[in-house]
């Protein structure tokens, strides 16, 4: 009987290494990564309705033109390409909706245009969430700076105030 108490432990710690060896799954959610949707009209920039395919948000970032105005110096609006106009959009986007206040979120264009986005703490006004905003755009030796405060409304789509 001690024999068989001895090799209790043992045994279970034998079985319980074989669940190791199973499938596995993990508690990780995976998706779709956001990036800037297509262009809208105005100075907004909006959340997709739905997932989107990467290729789909590809494409269309490729195929329309992303307005920016209101989050960037208009001094340098002129002098972007239309990459650097999705990139920055991009980089707005992602930083008003997901990014800590204080940490910028940096994006590059085209022949080292460069810029980076850093946002406060979310702010409710009359149950609308809001953020201040810095976007910084680097181009030719110089930095235009853009501060704001930008709105959410119920859709998703981020206004400046």
Same mark, same amino acid.
């Given at each position: 009987? $001690? ?9 279970? *710690?034998? *079985? ?6 199973? !499938? ?11 990036? $800037? ?6 100075? *907004?920039?909006?959340? !997709? ?7 789909? %948000? ?7 033109? &992303? ?5 960037? @110096? ?19 986007? &992602?930083? *008003? ?18 810029? $980076?986005?850093? %946002?406060?703490?979310? %702010?409710? %006004?009359?149950?609308? @969430?809001?953020? @201040? ?29």
């Amino acid at each position: 009987m $001690q024999r068989f108490a001895r090799l209790l432990p043992f045994a279970a *710690l034998v *079985l319980l290494a074989g669940c190791s060896f199973g !499938p596995t799954s993990s508690n990780v959610a995976t998706g779709p990564t956001l990036t $800037q949707p297509g262009a809208t009209s105005g100075a *907004l920039i909006s959340a !997709p309705a739905e997932p989107v395919a990467p290729t789909t %948000v590809a494409a269309t970032a490729a195929t329309t033109m &992303n307005d920016v105005t209101a989050f960037v @110096d208009a001094g340098v609006i002129g002098r972007l390409t239309s990459k650097d106009k999705s990139e920055a959009a991009s980089a707005q986007y &992602n930083a *008003l909706t997901f990014g800590r206040p204080g940490a910028p979120r940096a994006w590059s264009g085209d022949k080292g245009v460069v810029g $980076q986005v850093t %946002v406060g703490p979310f %702010v409710r %006004v009359n149950n609308i @969430d809001c953020r @201040d905003f810095t976007h910084a755009v680097t181009l030719s030796g110089g930095t235009f700076t853009k501060k704001g405060t930008a709105c959410k409304d119920a859709s998703g789509t981020w206004t400046v105030s």
